[in-house]
């Protein structure tokens, strides 16, 4: 079997015992963060994302990144009264209502020229403009599977919204990343019955595994942080494996913001990413770095710097190694 890759001028066809440099990123504006915080509290991150999606897309384009854009369906809305008009005929019911994103419509304004926290049509084009690029899905309303109250039927519907607003600007979508990567068989299955045919699934370790909110404990996130640095959990890199229908093309590592804290840490972190990469291309795996635009809001010289520290890595390892870049999406095969 053969792997269609393009991130070249011309399409090639990698075998699939070669290894691979996968990026996806989570585009989702305040739609990814309201339920725990306010434009007052991380409005800075949400605006900055306007400077940091060209800074980003400029550099996979000059490098020949290709990378996967999961989107919240409401992102392709222009417009308040199409985003109402687009969404399911009844909301998700969340046991803690602050998750659902419907409970914040209120705030929302009419565009996004009056409202870019919550609006972002023009970022997305920018997505589209850019070589290489693949839009997929976040779901409809950054819909979270495995906290309490909605149900498969409302996980259908939404799905449903996402790629008919999708459908409406002429991007198919056959990738998908699960909000705070929460997902379970059942919803894979709804993935596939609906065309989705790969998903970014989890890193290997019990840390890393699906769970709501209320199981995501001091003890887990501490576990998460120190991996960041310090091998605790593997080079996280693998195969692409079917499951329910759908192909796992499952995350590696997650690239953690600039901090001030941990900043003297940042060499460790480094190593870390690049090591695991160095480790895909000598075992023909795939690695699969993935993080959110808005991380990159504030900070935005310190975290391309590091960025680019990674791609220039993996321009090393395509280069000696036979590396391929590639989106989620190539891997449905």
Sequence with gaps: MTLRVTHRKQPVHASVSDSFFVISLDFELMWGVRDHLTKEQYGKNILGVREAIPRILAEFERRNIRATWATVGFLFCESKDELLQSMPIE???YLNPKLSNYSYLHEVGQNEQSDPYYFGLSLLKQVLSCPGQEIGTHTFSHFYCLEKGP??????????????????????LRSIAFPRNQYEAQ????????GLRVYRGNEHGRFYQPAPGEQQSLLRRGFRL???YLNLSGDNTSGVVSEFGVRNVS??????????????????????????????CQRGTV??????????GTHLAENMRFLNAIL??????????????????????
């Design 226 to 228: 120190g991996d960041a």
């Design 187 to 194: 919803k894979l299955a709804i993935c596939a019955r609906h």
């Design 312 to 333: 220039d890595h993996y321009a090393k390892l395509r280069d000696t190694g036979g590396m391929n870049s590639c989106a989620m999406g190539d891997f449905d095969v």
């Design 251 to 280: 995350s590696s590592r997650f690239l953690r913001p600039f901090s001030h804290r941990f900043a003297p840490l940042d060499v460790m972190k480094l190593l870390r990413i690049t090591r695991s990469m160095d480790s895909a």
């Design 91 to 93: 909301a998700p019911v």
């Design 287 to 296: 690695f699969h770095l993935w993080w959110h635009p808005h991380t990159f």
């Design 151 to 172: 149900t498969n039927e409302d996980f259908e519907a939404d799905l449903h919204s996402a790629i008919a607003v999708a459908a409406r600007r002429d991007i198919p």
